[in-house]
């Protein structure tokens, strides 16, 4: 135990730190380069060491090593592992750091460092491909079929579709023998499902759009029945569609039932759209009902013999009891079982017929031919009629005045009723020789017609004629009292024959018959208007307003009547409520522009005079109103640069010269001088010009010296023209004089002027179609009938 014990010597009592400063040799990288075995290790491959040629008696190899008292011990395996490369018992061992234990190093003794093999020379080359091989025709049968498919499509859609339909008939054709050479080859297990389900597919598409539906739905067939292709229960929609098309609606609904059923219901909008197209088909289901319906009504029987109140002979005993029975109790109940017959007939009519075809035209031509097949033989003419007057409401005047020339050649019933359309027709193109011409050929055929003898008075009044416009509108109450297109266009003649008296009593006997006809109502505001009793005029337009809350014009007319009664408030209110909704109104822009300088509002009242520019760039007075507001609100320089704008844009204007050269002068500007040159040469040449005006008269004439669109500050000079004269009360100050301060204001006065709301056109008489024509303004379903002599 002892010989282990080292005891430390005395000279070393004071060293507490010695031997913190040795090392093991093993780490030391100073004497590599002296190190044969690391050297022989390096420049071997992957550094591996050659064996040592010493015999080790030990099983390990020592080396020495300093120990704290700075002598060197060998270093022994503690369990007697053999080194790594050391030769024991004449084997070498392998070194584990680089190569599995079992190697022998004996191969690759004195072989060089080549890691990437390149020792070994260049690849062999790949091996070429057979291409009589049955994998290399079947990828090349399937790139076939697919440009094929691809093909198909893009004809299609370029709508070449016997082209499309051909491609997709030769992609069927290779699709099949690319099966049974793939059978052949391989297992079925292995067949393209995909590329099959695109080829019948798409060959079932081709079908339905070249109108093929049989061969369209046997491929949809064997599509749906082959249990391989996943989801295609689907297509039973396209299936669904195809019957729809051939109007078996029974079929069509239960293939969109069964595609509904294979739809899951996480796909909401495609379940959306198939119960969508089972809605449709339910329609179209409902359309063939409607005719089979209405063919059905015309084939029941009136049971009325016409013959027996035809006299047969000259005998006066059997003309006596004819005579007898026209009139009695029986025939007049079979006058009105026939005309409800024909009434029901023709309302059937008129509803089916826009829906149980593709179009209107085509429902009433349906319709037609099938009343031709009948027993109300007469009634043909009649749809015809509701034809043309269909194709005036969607403003089709063309096809309208083609079906009535055509009509015109029929009997004199049919043929009154189609010349009072034509009447109508070419009034309200403005052409009244041709509508005074059909108007004549209307009441010649039928003097009872109060339509055609409205129609007659239009033309009348058209030509100025109102008392003889009169007789005829009268002559159309007497045959109709409830002619309301007469009443109307009398009250209009009585107005223009200045008997407002007659004229107030027809409008108010017309808006007992109409309560809420907003053009009656205004009527009656306007005779008030006339007779000077603006309260009961201001009551009616508020009547109008009630029925049409947003029309401007009459919102303006009550500002104007307001305004004439001094309310400036209500006056102002309802000025700009018309404003509001129609912002482009010259005259109400005009009003609030003059009403805020009234005030002493200049900001308020550029806003306007600046729109007003916008809609009338060429009127240099709202150039100038502009400017004069920004003078008078104290902004000289944003009034100096608006009067240069100006002047850019009218260089020949003299107001906007005169306050150039007036703000230039008392702001010191350099700019005062030239723009008083350009004043004085403009005012010399509009003296020459005076000068040659007055030598070409011949004196009576007087001088019209005064530029359009001038804001000259001349006392009665006017913004704009009223065609009645009627002035507004609110003033607009006109631009001072050259010699008058900025903060002052002038006496003289331009007046802001009303043209009335509704124009000429409210005193346009109506045409006996107009009210039905108008949209909205009558029930659509009385149109045709009243176009029709009872």
Avoid at 134 to 155: D, F, G, R, T, Y
Wanted: proline share 4%; glycine share 4%; with cysteine.
């Amino acid at each position: 135990m002892m010989q282990n014990v080292h005891l430390a010597p005395e000279t070393d009592e004071d060293d507490l730190y010695s031997g913190y400063n040795d090392y093991n040799p093993i780490y030391d990288i100073e004497e590599l380069e002296n190190d044969a075995a690391f050297q022989q290790a390096v420049r071997t491959s992957h550094g591996r060491r050659p064996p040592i040629t010493a015999k080790i008696s030990s099983t390990a190899v020592t080396r020495p090593i300093a120990t704290g008292y700075g002598s060197k011990t060998s270093l022994a395996s503690s369990i007697g592992r053999p080194m790594t490369g050391a030769i024991q018992d004449g084997v070498t061992r392998p070194m584990t750091a680089v190569r599995a234990a079992g190697f022998t190093k004996a191969a690759l003794r004195g072989s060089a460092f080549d890691p990437l093999s390149q020792s070994r020379g260049p690849a062999s080359p790949l091996e070429a491909k057979k291409k009589d091989s049955p994998e290399e025709k079947i990828k090349q049968l399937e790139k076939e079929v697919n440009e094929l498919v691809e093909e198909s499509c893009i004809a299609n859609s370029c709508g070449d579709l016997k082209l499309a339909l051909e491609k997709a008939k030769d992609a069927g054709r290779k699709e099949r023998v690319l099966v049974r050479q793939r059978e052949q080859v391989t297992t079925p297990e292995n067949i393209n499902l995909d590329l099959t389900y695109s080829v019948l597919f798409n060959l079932a598409s081709q079908y339905s759009v070249n109108e093929m539906y049989a061969e369209a739905l046997n491929t949809y067939q064997v599509i749906v029945k082959n249990k391989m292709f996943s989801n295609a229960g689907i297509l039973k929609m396209n299936m669904g569609n195809i019957y729809l098309k051939q109007r078996n609606y029974s079929k069509a609904i239960k293939f969109y039932r069964m595609a509904l059923d294979q739809v899951p219901s996480v796909n909401k909008q495609m379940r959306i759209k198939i119960m969508q197209n089972i809605g449709v088909t339910f329609i179209q289901a409902d359309r063939e009902k409607m005719k089979k319906a209405f063919q059905k009504l015309i084939t029941v029987p009136l049971e009325i013999d016409e013959d027996k109140y035809i006299s047969p002979s000259d005998d006066p005993h059997t003309n006596l009891v004819t005579e007898a029975i026209k009139n009695d109790h029986l025939r007049q109940m079979e006058r009105e079982r026939k005309a409800m017959a024909e009434k029901y007939i023709m309302t059937s009519a008129k509803l089916i017929a826009p829906v149980i075809e593709t179009s209107f035209a085509a429902g009433y031509d349906w319709c037609v031919e099938v009343v031709k097949a009948s027993q109300y033989v007469e009634l043909a003419n009649d749809l015809e009629i509701n034809k043309a007057v269909t194709y005036l409401r969607q403003k089709d005047y063309n096809q309208a005045v083609e079906i009535l020339k055509v009509l015109e050649k029929k009997d004199n019933r049919v043929k009154s009723a189609a010349a009072t359309n034509l009447s109508a027709l070419y009034y309200m193109g403005k052409d009244f020789a041709q509508a005074s011409s059909y108007a004549d050929i209307a009441v010649n055929s039928d003097r009872y017609n109060p339509a055609a003898l409205t129609n007659k008075g239009n033309t009348v009044f058209a030509n100025g004629d109102y008392e003889k416009a009169a007789e005829f509108y009268k002559e159309a109450l007497r045959n109709d009292s409830s002619c309301t297109e007469a009443l109307y266009n009398i009250g209009l003649t009585y107005e223009k024959l200045n008997r407002l008296d007659e004229a107030l009593d027809c409008f108010l006997k017309l808006h007992a018959i109409l309560r809420n006809s907003a053009e009656v109502l205004y009527q009656i505001a306007n005779i008030y208007e006339l007779m000077e009793n603006p309260s009961q005029a201001i009551e009616w337009l508020m009547q109008v307003v009630s029925v049409i809350p947003t029309d401007p014009q009459v919102l303006s007319k009550l500002g104007e009547l307001y305004d004439r009664e001094g309310d400036k408030s209500q006056a102002f209110q309802y000025y700009y409520e018309s404003y509001r909704y129609f912002p482009c109104n010259i005259e109400v822009i005009e009003w609030l522009g003059a009403y805020y300088i009234d005030t002493q509002f200049w900001e308020k009242a550029i806003q306007y005079f600046e729109r007003a520019s916008l809609i009338q760039p060429t009127q240099v007075k709202w150039q100038l109103m502009v400017a004069s507001c920004f003078r008078r609100s104290g902004n000289y320089q944003k009034a100096l640069d608006t009067y240069k704008d100006t002047h850019r844009k009218f260089p020949e204007n003299v107001e906007c010269l005169r306050f150039l050269v007036r703000l230039c002068t008392d702001l010191g500007l350099k700019d005062a001088q030239e723009y008083a040159r350009k004043l004085k040469r403009l005012e010399k040449m509009k003296e020459i010009r005076e000068q040659r005006i007055k030598s070409g008269r011949d004196g009576s004439g007087g001088s019209r010296g005064k530029r359009e669109g001038s804001a000259s500050g001349d006392s009665g000079q006017n913004y704009s023209a009223s065609s009645k004269g009627e002035r507004l009360s609110a003033r607009l100050r006109a631009l001072p004089g050259t010699n008058e301060p900025y903060e002052s204001s002038s006496n003289k006065e331009i007046d802001a002027s009303y043209v009335d709301p509704l124009g000429p056109q409210i005193e346009r008489p109506k045409t006996a179609a107009k009210k039905r024509i108008d949209e909205d303004d009558f029930a659509d379903e009385e149109l045709g009938d009243d176009l029709l002599p009872e």
